[in-house]
Structure formats: structure tokens, C-alpha cells
């Protein structure tokens, strides 16, 4: 089945370092790819989505490229703020399921950005 | 209401007993969903309904969970004879339907069985 695999975290990083989070899923039809986030005390929030292949989603400085041939969705941010302190998950939705739109999830990357 | 919304935000119940937990989805939404996250997990799908019925059950993990969405509008997610094995937070999303509508994820409710 559609499965996705997140970096493990946690990931701590100074303030304006370079963040990548490794994302790569498998996946039988032809899924649409999500970067979700949680901060401390809220819900989950769609951060970013790319829904063919070589689309790239971008948001509050966050981008991802949804690479069929590697079949990853890294998560990049050039200089990460102190407010970027999170949990990041990435996610995919198959739309071979009709209107079915759930997610599978990966494990979660917990990031810790210090000043 | 402006987003969607879960009661009780934080549930204890003892091992045994039965609990219910509610979705209010954003008005206009056709599609909810329920997950359960375990604790360093992600989250993991256990129901979708489409409308008033439930299109798709197959994360549901044992015939003690039940999901009823009788109006298409608020959903109740039930539990009976819980386990502490139970113990998760659960998650409801609604979006509208479509090939790239994007779910609007409520802050769950964190349900401990004792």
C-alpha cells in the first residue's frame, strides 16, 4: 500500500540555518503531496502541496518539489526562524480513491530553532 | 463556525467504558474525516464520510469503533468497551470535494483511558 518516510527527528538548528526535511513515499497511482505543520498547542495546517510531478509548492519561505523520478518531496527553507519551531509531516493523497481524499502520513520531523 | 471544531478537547475515561467524541466541520463542508495519532506518530485514517454516509471504513481498527454523520454536518466518533490501548488524540478534518481541495484540520481531542 501507499506508504509515506520522513527524516527522523528532532532537528535542532541555529536561527537563519538552512533546513531540509527528507521526504519519500511510494505510492501506486498518481498521488497529490502535502507538507503539513503543528505548532506547539495548535492544529495541523496545510504548510505547502504540489499535486503532479515537478510542481513546486511554496509557503513562508518553505518550498518542496514533488520529484516522480526519486518519488520525494524534500521540504527546503533557506533561513529558518526562531517561529519555524514545529513538527513538519509529510503527507500524500492518492486520487485513484474517487473523491476520497485521505492522507497517509509520515512519522513526523519535530524542529527546534534557536536563536 | 470559522473552523472546524472538536469536543471535548481532552478526554479520561476508565478502561471499560464507552466514550463519544464530536466534529463540528466548517459549514459546506462535504467531506470529514477522522484520524488517530499516537503518540510520535503521524496521524493515521480511520473513517471518511462523503455527505451523511461513510464511504470509506477500512481504518477503523476493530468493530469497537463506530462513526455516525447523520445530517452531513456533525459527526460523532464511538467507542465502546475501551482499551488503554485506545489512548490517542483524535483528529477531524472537512474539505470540500474535489481534486485539490485542502482539509482544514480541527485541534483534536486527546482521549486517555485509565
Known amino acids: 500500500g501507499d506508504s509515506v518516510t520522513q527524516m527522523e527527528g528532532p532537528v535542532t538548528l541555529s536561527e537563519e540555518a538552512f533546513l531540509t526535511i527528507n521526504c519519500t513515499y511510494t505510492a501506486t497511482g498518481y498521488p497529490s503531496l502535502f507538507w503539513y505543520v503543528q505548532y506547539p498547542g495548535e492544529g495541523l495546517q496545510l504548510l505547502l502541496k504540489a499535486t503532479k510531478a515537478d510542481d513546486k509548492g511554496s509557503n513562508k519561505g518553505f518550498e518542496a518539489t514533488y520529484r516522480k523520478e526519486t518519488t520525494s518531496f524534500h521540504l527546503e527553507k533557506g533561513s529558518v526562524q526562531v517561529s519555524d519551531s514545529a513538527v513538519y509531516f509529510c503527507a500524500l493523497s492518492d486520487i485513484t480513491g474517487g473523491n476520497n481524499r485521505k492522507l497517509i502520513w509520515g512519522l513526523g520531523t519535530s524542529l527546534a530553532v534557536n536563536p | 463556525g470559522a473552523g472546524v471544531s472538536q469536543t471535548p478537547s481532552n478526554k479520561v475515561t476508565e478502561k471499560g467504558k464507552y466514550v463519544e467524541l464530536r466534529c463540528d466541520p466548517i459549514?459546506?463542508?462535504?467531506?470529514l474525516y477522522w484520524y488517530r495519532q499516537s503518540l510520535g506518530q503521524g496521524p493515521e485514517f480511520l473513517i471518511y464520510?462523503?455527505?451523511?454516509?461513510?464511504?470509506?471504513d477500512s481504518g477503523l481498527p476493530n468493530d469497537r469503533f463506530f462513526a455516525v454523520r447523520p445530517e452531513g454536518s456533525v459527526s460523532t466518533l464511538k467507542i465502546q468497551r475501551t482499551e488503554r490501548g485506545d489512548s490517542a488524540v483524535y483528529l477531524c478534518?472537512?474539505?470540500?470535494?474535489?481534486?485539490?481541495?485542502?482539509?482544514?484540520f480541527g485541534q483534536g481531542t486527546r482521549l486517555t483511558v485509565v
Open positions: 464520510f462523503q455527505g451523511t454516509g461513510a464511504a470509506d
Open positions: 478534518a472537512s474539505s470540500l470535494t474535489g481534486i485539490n481541495t485542502e482539509a482544514f
Open positions: 459549514s459546506g463542508h462535504t467531506a
